[in-house]
């Protein structure tokens, strides 16, 4: 667990960054006094107020809060009700203030254009790809992107279709079979980039992205093929797909005459876009 101190319109909020969980967890307290202008005398008191109002309407914010230690105006670690970001985009919903508008308002653009993408896929992948070029990615990377976009809801779906519903489960499954064409697991590619909440694949260069799609295809197709009934089985077959790409690794990297698992992330896009001459050598 690693404190930080964020500041907001001149506030600090505590956060808490939970490596093993890769989230953010914020102090309510922090949040009730930066959005709700009745806090500021007690926000304490305030938040107290706060949840036993929502106690009483059967919310889930108050459930899903976690007593965590931050440091306290006397620097002492003191346990404090913590949310994820999740809880705090609920909580937000949750405080009659006008500088709760701009978040709700957030909120409710994000869930019309959600709407807009499950009816027309198509405007996912276009506003997926403005997306990127806001960013400053390059667009050789960019296209490469969205295709590891498609093939990974391939295989998702392909393994909802197997019974697998729980996220830890996909978390698992992808785990293996990142290791398996990697060699590392999912928060050691992440830490050999730097990254904490980023997602790897926005990190990886367009040979990472490649060799993954390879792994995700494979495991796809075999699963198809195969049909697992078990997640065990489903473990495997992750684990198979993952060393064809492990495969395609190596020969690249005896051509290459290096690794390409690369510590490179999105703070230099254009070097994501790993480019060749002519000779097919790196440049």
Not at 51 to 65: A, F, M, P
Not at 137 to 157: A, F, P, V
Not at 179 to 191: I, M, Q, R
């Amino acid at each position: 667990m690693q404190n930080k101190i964020k500041v907001f319109e001149n506030k600090q909020v505590r956060t808490l960054w939970n490596a093993d969980e890769e989230e953010w967890y914020f102090s309510v307290v922090d949040i009730c006094n930066v959005l709700a202008d009745s806090a500021s005398k007690d926000p304490g008191a305030y938040w107290r107020k706060l949840k036993q109002r929502l106690k009483n309407e059967g919310s889930e914010v108050v459930t899903n809060c976690h007593g965590l230690k931050m440091q306290a105006s006397d620097g002492k670690m003191r346990e404090t009700d913590c949310l994820d970001t999740k809880g705090v985009l609920r909580l937000v919903q949750s405080i009659p203030s006008p500088k709760a508008e701009p978040f709700k308002m957030w909120l409710a653009q994000v869930g019309s254009e959600r709407l807009d993408e499950i009816v027309d896929p198509e405007k996912a992948i276009l506003r997926g790809a403005d997306f990127y070029r806001a960013k400053g990615y390059t667009e050789g990377w960019i296209n490469q992107r969205l295709q590891t976009i498609e093939m990974h809801k391939e295989l998702t779906d392909e393994w909802k279709e197997r019974g697998i519903e729980q996220e830890k489960d996909y978390a698992i499954l992808t785990n293996e079979m990142t290791k398996a064409w990697s060699g590392l697991s999912v928060k050691e590619y992440k830490e050999l980039k730097g990254l904490k909440k980023e997602n790897l694949r926005d990190n990886m260069t367009n040979i990472e992205l490649v060799l993954n799609m390879l792994a995700e295809v494979t495991t796809t197709a075999i699963s198809k093929r195969e049909q697992p009934d078990t997640f065990a089985e489903s473990k495997t077959i992750a684990k198979r797909g993952g060393k064809v790409a492990e495969n395609a690794r190596t020969d690249i990297e005896s051509q290459l005459g290096q690794s390409v698992i690369s510590p490179l992330n999105a703070n230099d896009k254009p070097a994501l876009e790993v480019k060749t001459n002519s000779d097919g050598e790196k440049y």
